[in-house]
């Protein structure tokens, strides 16, 4: 979910401090505890927007995207801008591939908050698989001047120039992406694709040239 900043919202101090403990939970991986302790806040406060972003966010790592939707249909109910909504429904429709649905949300959500890497580089992501290739490497070139070490970006962007073939940049890329994140499985065998694909690609060039 893209960082943001509960003050922002003008809530009482006993409503950020409960916040901040559920967004704690959230970022060590206690998904189940942070839910509920975001509803045991809305029982007292059912208003709370933040509560309801902060369930939907955490339903998401637990790839329950049926009750994100419900938890973000909510938050919009009570604040049609809340942008965290707006990006997490178009973080799950794009899972979904749904394209066009998940730039209209995500769209919103860079209206509402500009300039955020995260959502940024979901609407890259998403108006490059919609075709609009150009248009969504350079959001995602915009995403990673904002965040310069994000392996996701890094990765996405690897994956889009892979598709457009432009291979020397592709695994310039996905090598720096592997270089901040090591373990991670998909920018591994990106990594791999991209540079047999590179390799391949210059051996032809060689030998062409050997031959003339």
């Known amino acids: 979910m893209p960082k943001r900043k509960h003050n922002d919202q003008q ?6 401090d409960a916040l901040e403990h559920i967004e ?11 839910i509920e302790e975001a509803e045991k806040l809305l029982f007292s406060d059912p208003d709370c927007v933040a509560a309801l972003e902060e369930i939907a966010d955490n339903f998401v790592s637990l790839d329950d995207f049926g009750r994100a939707e419900k938890a973000c249909a909510r938050a919009l109910t009570l604040d049609k801008d809340s942008y965290t909504a707006h990006y997490i429904l178009g973080f799950i429709t794009s ?8 730039i209209d949300f995500l769209k ?3 209206d509402l908050h500009p300039n955020n ?9 998403a108006l490059f698989n919609s075709g ?7 959001i995602l070139e915009r995403a990673l001047n904002l965040d310069h ?16 073939k432009n291979f020397e940049k592709s695994v310039e890329i996905l090598k720096r992406a592997l270089t901040l994140d090591p373990n991670n499985k998909r920018i ?9 694909l590179s390799d391949r690609v210059l051996n032809g060039v060689t030998k062409n040239r050997l031959s003339r």
Do not use: F, M
């Open 95 to 102: 899972q979904k591939q749904d394209w066009p649905k998940a």
């Open 11 to 16: 809530y009482p101090e006993h409503i950020l």
């Open 188 to 196: 591994q065998d990106c990594y791999k694709a991209a540079k047999n």
């Open 117 to 125: 890497p995260e959502i940024l580089r979901c609407l890259g992501w």
């Open 132 to 138: 609009k290739r150009t248009q969504g490497i350079i």
């Open 149 to 164: 070490e994000n392996s996701l970006t890094l990765c996405d962007l690897g994956i889009c120039y892979l598709q457009v």
């Open 108 to 110: 919103k959500s860079n």
């Open 24 to 34: 704690d939970l959230k970022l060590s991986g206690e998904h189940k505890k942070s």
